[in-house]
């Protein structure tokens, strides 16, 4: 059985989650991740996955999967 859309969108909203998690303030308006290694090494494995998932889907759509992601292609 393939990968359908919902499996797609499960994999960007995780993406999404973790760029968000990495990137945001905690409640004493500090950066969660000061050096934002984590937030880069998320975008990284963002723009890996949509490699990868081109090459097993030539219909998917590689910029509106990162932006899915809130990755810039």
């Not at 393939?2 to 960007?12: E, K, N, Q, V, Y």
């Not at 050096?35 to 998320?42: I, W």
């Not at 219909?59 to 899915?68: G, H, S, T, V, Y």
């Amino acid at each position: 059985m393939g990968m359908t859309r919902r499996d797609f969108h499960l994999i960007a909203d995780t993406i999404r989650e973790q760029i968000n998690r990495h990137s945001t303030r905690d409640d004493n308006d500090r950066a969660a991740d000061p050096n934002l290694s984590g937030y880069s090494a998320v975008c990284l494995t963002a723009w890996a996955l949509a490699d990868n998932l081109a090459a097993y889907n030539p219909a998917f759509n590689r910029a509106r999967f990162l932006e899915a992601c809130g990755v810039k292609p």
